[in-house]
């Protein structure tokens, strides 16, 4: 059987802060993912601010060290990767940001970022070669070249911006693109051509996604699979289409409810009180992290962190209301870590 393209197992990563006192902030802790390499998938990260999304998305990329498990790709742990074996690394995993202003820089044309992705990888012989290779691209993607090529990025708009991100992400032909909110920052017209040429990439060229988003409904659009995070940890995951539509973790409950309904008749329901976020801190010393804003807490959510029990075909919720259902396999992603978690750290 054929190694996975790329696996996340039981990653954790904490930071430290404080000079006199010393304070840990885990950011992840316990993750495991995996994407094999004959199913192109676009795998969504969700999740409020602060649950750990843009550290995956750091980690994956080799921006930042996990603390604990191995980042793996194509067999290889990434730790013990060689030069050259970096160099394939990075260009079979490539990204998309999120923001469309600031990644360029201010003093050279958009060429400049396409050209050295041509030089850096050598993916073409010669200039001619190159810039057919640019042009093709930048079409594919619904850009002309003509209006783009030659230009600084303060001339242009958003959204082209974005879209030569991706075109730069796509030219040295990778197999996996981590896209941190891609279309955050762009409008309505310009989200559904970046999200439709992610779909087509991975239909097209077999390009997996790991989307990482906070926007449930884009996210159920186009992705196959979906992992909702909370502080650091996996609360639900598995099809997109039962988490959505039949979510069984009440943090997943929560945040499909508050999607806004294009119906002026239909109210939001009442209004969510939260505690203060000190407090919600403190409660992830141990226990479950969810348990000082879960209506169904138990003293057995406040002592122990719950695995992920399997509550449905492909679907998994880290909530001990599934307690009598059997636990995900270990090494599952949101497995239990064995140990009280200290403050958790923005993402």
Sequence with gaps: ??????????????????????????ALD???LRIEPDRPTITAI???SGSGKTTLALLVLGLVTPSSGQIVYQGRDTAAMSAREWTTFRREVQAIFQDPFEVFNPFYRIDHVLETVIRKF????DRREGDRLIRETLSSLGLKPDEVLGRFPHQLSGGQRQRIMVARAVLPDPKVIVADEPVSMVDASLRALILDNMLRLKRERGISFLYITHDLSTAYQISDDIYVMYLGGVAEHGDVARVIEHPRHPYTKLLVESVPIPDPA????????????DEVRQQTRGGCRFARRCPHVMDICRENPPPL???????????FLYRDQPVKAAGGAGAPAGRPLPVVAPS
């Design 1 to 26: 059987m054929a190694a996975p393209v790329l696996e996340v197992r039981n990653v954790g990563k904490v930071f430290s802060r404080g000079l006199i006192k010393k304070e840990e902030l885990v």
């Design 30 to 32: 316990d993750f495991s």
């Design 46 to 48: 969700a999740g409020e």
């Design 122 to 125: 050598k993916l073409a012989g």
């Design 266 to 277: 239909a109210g939001w329901g009442e209004n969510v009180e939260l505690p203060p976020e």
């Design 309 to 319: 029990y399997e509550v449905g075909p492909n679907q998994y919720a880290s909530c």
